[in-house]
């Protein structure tokens, strides 16, 4: 997103994080540093019967904190959860230019699934997103 973009209250923040945590294929890690929220990874699932092993991951880390393996200690814990709760496909995307998240991701044993063209409008120019994924057995 961009700067300002994100208009969340905490109200809202809150019921989204009980939603979240209400259902069986949805969790959100968080990642502290004395008490300051640094980092979090977040996965919810399908809600149809045929989707519902499927979680998409949403992650985010300030940028000062990056680099220390945060993001790594926080796949492995969704992936934790995710064979806990049969949980059998984590799936994300990535603006294709992102070279450092697309290492990330390769790292955790994601693969590209596909691209789709002109997905994102940034900085004036449009960006391709990569569609990525990982089964666990």
Do not use: C
């Not at 300051?36 to 149809?48: H, M, P, R, S, T």
């Amino acid at each position: 997103m961009e700067p300002d973009e994100r208009v969340t209250s905490v109200s809202d923040q809150k019921h989204e994080i009980k939603y979240l945590l209400s259902t069986d294929n949805g969790i959100i890690y968080v990642a502290e540093d004395n008490g300051k929220l640094i980092g979090y990874l977040k996965a919810f699932g399908g809600i149809f019967k045929r989707n519902r092993h499927n979680v998409n991951l949403v992650i985010g880390i300030i940028k000062s904190y990056t680099g220390q393996g945060i993001d790594t200690l926080l796949f492995k814990e969704i992936e934790k959860w995710a064979y806990q709760n049969k949980i059998y496909r984590l799936e994300l995307s990535t603006m294709t230019n992102n070279n450092k998240a697309l290492a990330l991701f390769r790292k955790m044993g994601f693969e590209i699934e596909g691209k789709k063209e002109h997905a994102l409008f940034v900085n004036g120019s449009y960006v391709d997103e990569y569609y990525m994924a990982k089964s666990l057995s």
